[in-house]
């Protein structure tokens, strides 16, 4: 993997919403492609901005176990998890556990989370993962990706969901925001969520998994958005060999920044 990048000196920025830094420029065309060294230290340099812009960096799913986390991250798909949010409290109280859910009336489930999208799948999805936790693992959600994957419609995006954030087990979740982002700051040039989860993996301390995916997921929801990113803004634009593909004035690039409660 080589990626072209001018080496400036990053300055954090810990705002959200304001941003002093300079306006940068792409690296020259022809200049030579930057060394596994260089990449590593570029890659790590991001993480350690965005983690001083996003300190509060977290798993925006509400959950209290495994089980509702496994569920919440499935309902989340082509929707926000605020959106999920909003349905969960009642899906879980009404079926505390995974063998309330199995055996649920799938029209009950279907009226809960229908405000999530796709509520027919989904429906099918939630109460086929049941089924299967009661049927092979007596009920509780398995702490091995191993395991999680073998649940019906679990890939490694949700195990890693599930490990990082309820079993405290390192884990990079390659959602769509992290795909774009990985290819827009240079850290992977594959499109396979499971190559670029790889080339993320081999960059970084197993230690930092579970946070680097939280803090790529919060910079692409509140600013490196995928129409829009908003570049004039952005921590990281120094680091970034995408730089101005979104406006780099920054008070044009202001006005695209997203908070928390509309991301
Ligand atoms: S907002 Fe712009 S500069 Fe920042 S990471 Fe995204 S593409 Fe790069």
């Known amino acids: 993997m080589t990626t072209r990048t001018r080496t400036a000196t990053p300055t954090s920025d810990r ?18 492609p930057e060394s596994r060294l260089a990449l590593v230290r570029r890659a790590r340099r991001i993480n350690r901005i965005l983690a001083e812009t996003y300190p ?17 991250t499935i309902l989340s798909a082509q929707t926000t998890d605020k959106r999920v949010n909003m349905v969960t409290p009642r899906l879980f109280g009404t079926y505390p556990e995974p063998a309330d859910l ?3 009336d799938p029209s009950d489930v279907e009226s809960i989370i229908a405000s999530t999208g796709f509520f027919r799948a989904k429906t099918k999805a939630i109460i086929g993962v049941a089924k299967a936790l009661c049927e092979r693992f007596d009920g509780k959600v398995p ?17 890693n969901v599930v490990l990082g954030n309820a079993f405290d ?62 570049c004039g803004v952005c921590p990281v634009a120094a680091l970034c060999p995408s730089y101005g593909e979104g406006p780099t004035d920054p008070a044009v ?6 908070s928390a409660s509309t991301a």
């Open 56 to 72: 509060d960096a977290h798993c925006e799913l509400d959950f209290e176990n495994p089980y509702q986390l496994l569920i919440a």
């Open 15 to 32: 705002s959200e919403t304001t941003s002093t830094r300079p306006r940068r420029s792409r690296r020259a065309p022809g200049s030579k």
């Open 102 to 104: 199995a055996a649920a």
């Open 169 to 230: 087990t390192p884990g990079i979740t390659v959602d769509t925001h992290v795909q774009r982002l990985s290819r827009r700051l240079g850290l992977s040039t594959n499109t396979d969520p499971d190559k670029i989860e790889a080339d993320l993996a081999a960059l970084f301390p197993k230690s930092e998994w579970t946070m680097l995916s939280h803090r790529l997921i919060w910079h692409g929801r509140r600013r490196c958005h995928a129409r829009k990113p908003a």
């Open 143 to 159: 702490n091995r990706m191993e395991d999680l994957v073998t649940l019906p419609g679990v890939g490694r995006k949700t195990a």
């Open 253 to 258: 690039a202001s006005k695209l920044l997203r």
